[in-house]
């Protein structure tokens, strides 16, 4: 293949496959919106009021509460993007034949690839906004610049729905997802959502730091707390970049499974 | 009713006039002019391989605009992977392939703007009800929201399916389903309908209702490609036809002629014969066995009827010649695979 699958996508119609999704889950809103957030809204209150309570230093400066509620936001909207571009994706893919249907249309490879990756990066963005609410009776957004932690998130989940894409439209049975939800969910507990990163050995702290979702915890924490510097400035250019780069994996992986 | 040409910028239409499904479209389809269009569909040397299994072996052919154009093979032949390398879900291995005078090698969009596609599995859409399953696959296609819901309404009466517009798919019947299919196919008013085996696993009533509609369609001249074991479909349905068996080209005509130049007009089947020769008989009589049938051809009934009493104590069926001897002569009646 020459030049960027990226630049196949046509984005008229990457959203006409973006909206059927959102159709589908308008019909569904009951089971689709509301269940998938109890668990976070719970874990606000475990961490906050229950570890937090145990946990009287502030942490990188800020209460535990606010610390570990910057990390569950980021870390539910993740774990959101990660299920639709891993069973949501392999369902629609192989048990639905959806994306055979799809690619009898004009539709192109790429820009369903894209529809579907950004539609999981909008389930995202969109818990994120409703977990917000909940810090917002916390009384944890403290700066305006909160606002933009919904685009943060949006875009570091985009990079992780890719990464899971890319794994979909790689793999023969859906079993082999035991192996990507290991690993991604061992990532999210080093990503600095709960505790600070530099409490890890040195080694995972490397790790941590290489992996785009710790700049995504930190960055959206910082826009929480107003503390925006440099370092916010390249966490945000990893997202995009990280982002950019599992986009093009994704898109000829599933490029590569969709054409023979 | 009558609907007016869809209109975007990309997927401009102004191609000539057609009709489907009743409903009169008054400028063509979702597509560009294609450049110097003669047929519907031209291969030429059309080859696909996966690594060292050749599925479809340098083949031949041209399907004119309007008519009905059958795929026969038995299973493996390559009838699928030749429908879907027309319809670029598939690339080539080599040779060349136009589908409306576009290139499928470059024009893909174009192409799958022109064409109609009922695949062999059902893929409509079971997070979607029967009516949204039409709309949403009408916005792939750009149509406009109030004439994709004008068509999908027409299409649905056609189709038979009006009352169970709000059903969800899981819920339709096999035969339902594949109606909804081949409206689905309908809904971007194709130039070329490809039909993947349309009525496997259908039971006959819903075979023979599909094929009613499907002649309908026939009437109004779209171009219709259609493969199938069913040779009674085939002969029903399709103006020429070929026969493929492991990815060649082995006949090629309209199915009368086709039966005229492989086998007689006639045929007496005797069953349950195990162990005996085929008799000795007139020159223009030509009898084969295979396991415990024999078959006598002739090119007239009367060379037959004298065998009926030979084989008295036999079942026989003295009967037209069709393509299923063709076929079963040219692909060879004892294959099993």
Known sequence: MSGSTLLQIDFFDAFAVWRRNYDVNLRLWKAEVLPPLLEPAVSILAFGWGIG???????????????????????????????ECTYGAYFRMVYQSTYDAILSTPIGVASLGAGEILWAASKAAFDSLLIMVILLLFDILHSPMSVLIPVVIMVGATGLAAVAFAYTASISSIYQYNYFIGVAFSSLWICGAYFPVDRLPLVLQYLSWALPITSVVDLSRDLMTGRLDSWSMLEAAWIIVSALLAGEIALRRLSKRMYQ | MRISAFSNPSRKQNAPSSAVAGIKVSQGNHCEQSPGRRHAVEAHRLMKKYGTFTAVDEIDFIVERGESFGLLGPNGAGKSTTMRMIYCRTPLTSGHLLVE?????????????????????????????VIDNLNVYARYFRIPAGEA?????????????????????????????????????????????????????????????????????????????????YMEEAQTLCDRLIIMDRGKILALGKPLDLIERNVSRFVLEVHEVDGRSPLSLAPKVIAEAHGATHYYFAPSPELLTPLISKYSDHKSLLRPSNLEDVFLKLTGRDRLD
């Open chain 2, 149 to 229: 819901q004008d068509r999908a309404e027409e299409l649905l009466d056609f189709m038979g399916l009006t009352e169970k517009r709000n059903t969800w798919v899981e819920a339709l019947s096999g035969g339902m389903k594949r109606r909804l299919i081949v409206a689905r196919a309908l809904m971007n008013n194709p130039k070329v309908l490809v039909l993947d085996e349309p009525t496997t696993g259908l039971d006959p009533h819903v075979r023979h209702d599909l094929w009613d509609r499907l002649r309908e369609l026939r009437r109004r001249q779209i171009t219709i490609l259609l493969s199938t074991h």
């Open chain 1, 53 to 83: 309570s145990l946990i009287a230093a502030k942490v990188t400066g800020i209460p535990y509460l606010m610390f570990v509620g910057a990390g569950i936001l980021v870390v539910t909207g993740l774990v959101r993007a990660i299920l």
């Open chain 2, 101 to 129: 005078g576009w290139d499928v090698r470059h024009d893909q969009s174009k192409i799958k703007a022109l064409v109609g596609i009922v695949p062999q599995e059902n893929n409509l859409d079971p997070d979607l009800n």
